[in-house]
């Protein structure tokens, strides 16, 4: 019998150990957190309250959704090691913003000091997934030349009522060269401060700027993984690659790739900052040269060597780079496959688009042409029967005009409204 009570003596005692091992520690007392029932929008500033926050903690979110298929069953999709936007954190508070680009969810805070974790609490965030179909957006920058107010706008593809997103602050009116990595819900373009081009992303689902930490950039490119890659100068005549992290809510900045580029002398890097570039195929990056008085170049960067091929001057007013999806013939079957190409606008004012011969490295005779002078473009490959160029026009009215360029049934579609202010369109989710 004395066996049979030690034994449970000595559970009960593993019992209680195991609970405390499991207790969490008190890093913090007196938590304050949001009111219940309070649901947040992603980009929403929370503020959390209580004594002993010190300067080097740090603040992490698990993030918890019911998963669709299983309606009865809670917290089944997960996000764990979220690192927020920090706004503020004193020694009684901390204030970030709500977490984005998740399905309407539970977050729970946790603080984390020299290995300890203890999780101060919970709260309701509203949904902040990308929609389901890309969306097209304008901006409207100091290069407009319209007077309009300089911002961001929602371009609804089916009704003529643009939509703020939002307003460029005085040292963000420049903004420029602007691309998206599909899924990122991140338009990322060029900003000059003190000086300096830099790469800062705004969140369409949080609704805040990112400083990426790049600097010295010229352009922007897309490239066929769905990534984004800078053109950095390094040099008066030499330039890198870098890689913009588009995935990370804090401020980080990636190495350059390997190959350097030494521009030929007739190319200055500053030519080459009017326009972003393209990834055409696997191993070339199209980039545009404007050498001014209507002369422009292309400028190809081979990917897989530091070799830059120049193309035969063009008299236009602009030459923009673009990528496109076209199909081609491999053993009787139909492959679609990823190319550049380019915008020209002739110095008559009418529009060609062309497609980059990657072999013989010259342009391929224009595919589509329209009337009014191309400013920007953009693709929208939803499948291979959603293929579209979407193209923003100059008119002799003032103010633009948006058509699409079907690219399966080979026409031209408008996009209704007219009259719109921006220098740039991009589609994103």
Same mark, same amino acid.
């Given at each position: 019998?004395?066996?049979?009570?030690?034994?449970?003596?000595? $559970?009960?005692?593993?019992?209680?150990?195991?609970?405390?091992?499991?207790? #969490?520690?008190?890093?913090?007392?007196?938590?304050?957190? @949001?009111?219940?029932?309070? %649901?947040?929008?992603? +980009?929403?500033?929370?503020?959390?309250?209580?004594? $002993?926050?010190?300067?080097? /903690?740090?603040?992490?979110?698990?993030?918890?959704?019911?998963? @669709?298929?299983?309606?009865?069953?809670?917290?089944?999709?997960?996000?764990?090691?979220?690192?927020?936007?920090?706004?503020?954190?004193?020694?009684?508070?901390?204030?970030?913003?709500?977490?984005?680009?998740?399905?309407?969810?539970?977050?729970?805070?946790?603080?984390?000091?020299?290995?300890?974790?203890?999780?101060?609490?919970?709260?309701? %965030?509203?949904?902040?997934?990308?929609?389901?179909?890309?969306?097209?957006?304008?901006?409207?920058?100091?290069?407009?030349?319209?007077?309009?107010k300089n911002c961001i706008q929602h371009v609804d593809l089916a009704k003529a009522n643009p939509t703020d997103i939002v307003e460029?602050?005085?040292?963000?009116?420049?903004?420029?060269?602007?691309?998206?990595? @599909?899924?990122?819900?991140?338009?990322?373009?060029?900003?000059?401060?003190?000086?300096?081009?830099?790469?800062?992303?705004?969140?369409?689902?949080?609704?805040?700027?990112?400083?990426?930490?790049?600097?010295?950039?010229?352009?922007?490119?897309?490239?066929?993984?769905?990534?984004?890659?800078?053109?950095?100068?390094?040099?008066?005549?030499?330039?890198?690659?870098?890689?913009?992290?588009?995935?990370?809510?804090?401020?980080?900045?990636?190495?350059?790739?390997?190959?350097?580029?030494?521009?030929?002398?007739?190319?200055? @890097?500053?030519?080459?900052?009017?326009?972003p570039g393209v990834q055409s195929g696997a191993s070339q990056l199209l980039l545009s040269a404007d050498n001014g008085n209507n002369?422009?170049?292309?400028?190809?960067?081979?990917?897989?060597?530091?070799?830059?091929? %120049?193309?035969? #001057?063009? #008299?236009?007013?602009?030459?923009?780079?673009?990528?496109?999806?076209?199909?081609?013939?491999?053993?009787?079957?139909?492959?679609?496959?990823?190319?550049?190409?380019?915008?020209?606008?002739?110095? /008559?004012?009418?529009?060609?688009?062309?497609?980059?011969?990657?072999?013989?490295?010259?342009?391929?005779?224009?595919?589509?042409?329209?009337?009014?002078?191309?400013?920007?473009?953009?693709?929208?490959?939803?499948?291979?029967?959603?293929?579209?160029?979407?193209?923003?026009?100059?008119?002799?009215? +003032? +103010?633009?005009?948006?058509?699409?360029?079907?690219?399966?049934?080979?026409?031209?579609?408008?996009?209704?409204?007219?009259?719109?202010?921006?220098?740039?369109?991009?589609?994103?989710?």
């Amino acid at each position: 019998m004395k066996k049979i009570y030690l034994f449970l003596l000595f $559970g009960l005692l593993l019992a209680a150990c195991a609970k405390d091992d499991d207790k #969490q520690p008190i890093l913090v007392t007196d938590i304050v957190m @949001p009111a219940a029932g309070t %649901v947040f929008n992603p +980009g929403d500033k929370v503020t959390i309250k209580a004594q $002993g926050f010190q300067l080097d /903690d740090d603040v992490m979110f698990e993030i918890y959704w019911p998963l @669709p298929d299983e309606p009865a069953l809670n917290y089944q999709g997960h996000a764990r090691g979220v690192l927020p936007v920090m706004l503020e954190q004193t020694a009684t508070s901390i204030t970030f913003l709500a977490p984005g680009h998740y399905p309407a969810s539970t977050t729970k805070i946790l603080l984390r000091r020299a290995g300890d974790i203890m999780t101060l609490g919970e709260i309701a %965030v509203s949904n902040g997934q990308a929609p389901e179909e890309f969306q097209l957006y304008g901006i409207t920058n100091s290069h407009s030349d319209t007077g309009y107010k300089n911002c961001i706008q929602h371009v609804d593809l089916a009704k003529a009522n643009p939509t703020d997103i939002v307003e460029l602050a005085e040292d963000q009116k420049d903004f420029s060269c602007v691309v998206n990595a @599909p899924e990122s819900q991140r338009l990322c373009g060029i900003q000059t401060k003190d000086g300096i081009r830099k790469v800062y992303c705004y969140d369409l689902s949080m609704r805040y700027w990112q400083d990426t930490g790049l600097e010295n950039i010229l352009t922007l490119c897309n490239n066929t993984d769905g990534s984004i890659t800078a053109v950095r100068q390094i040099s008066p005549n030499e330039v890198v690659f870098a890689s913009v992290t588009t995935s990370g809510y804090t401020r980080s900045q990636m190495p350059p790739m390997a190959h350097r580029y030494e521009l030929p002398a007739t190319i200055k @890097p500053e030519a080459l900052t009017r326009y972003p570039g393209v990834q055409s195929g696997a191993s070339q990056l199209l980039l545009s040269a404007d050498n001014g008085n209507n002369s422009f170049a292309p400028v190809v960067l081979d990917l897989q060597s530091s070799k830059v091929h %120049v193309g035969e #001057q063009i #008299q236009a007013t602009a030459l923009i780079p673009f990528w496109t999806i076209t199909d081609k013939k491999d053993n009787g079957t139909t492959k679609y496959v990823r190319t550049g190409g380019y915008v020209i606008v002739k110095t /008559d004012g009418q529009t060609e688009l062309r497609l980059w011969d990657q072999t013989t490295l010259t342009l391929k005779e224009p595919f589509a042409t329209f009337p009014n002078p191309a400013r920007s473009i953009t693709m929208l490959a939803e499948d291979t029967e959603t293929l579209k160029l979407y193209v923003l026009f100059d008119t002799n009215r +003032g +103010g633009r005009l948006i058509y699409a360029y079907d690219l399966v049934s080979k026409d031209w579609q408008s996009v209704p409204g007219s009259g719109y202010p921006y220098s740039e369109i991009v589609m994103a989710r």
